[in-house]
């Protein structure tokens, strides 16, 4: 008797310079993807491969959104401190 979710591997497949990448899925994440996939009458690996990107791109907008701003709490001149700090090259 099987207690428990089961796992589907799930080949995602890249043309040109891509590679060829197994990736353990659940019972749920299968079925909704199917679902979409039926909807938007695109393949899962296609589906995946959407997600991948919307997920790096979001990832790299966090990141340069990190920095920005971090200088306007200070009450140096940013000319002024690098001036500074160069001198002391």
Same mark, same amino acid.
């Given at each position: 008797m099987f207690f428990g979710q089961l796992i589907y591997n799930i080949d995602i497949i890249y043309c040109g310079d891509g590679m060829r990448t197994l990736v353990d899925i659940g019972d749920n994440q299968i079925q909704a993807l199917d679902e979409l996939a039926k909807k938007e009458k695109r393949s %899962?690996?296609?589906? &995946? !491969?959407? +997600? &991948?990107?919307?997920?790096?791109r979001n990832r790299r907008d966090e990141q340069e959104g990190d920095a920005f701003g971090l @200088? /306007? =709490? %200070? =009450?140096?001149? /940013?000319? +002024?401190?690098?001036?500074?700090? !160069? %001198?002391? @090259?």
């Open positions: %899962r690996a296609a589906l &995946i !491969r959407q +997600a &991948i990107d919307d997920y790096l @200088w /306007g =709490k %200070r =009450k140096v001149d /940013g000319l +002024a401190y690098q001036e500074k700090v !160069r %001198r002391e @090259w």
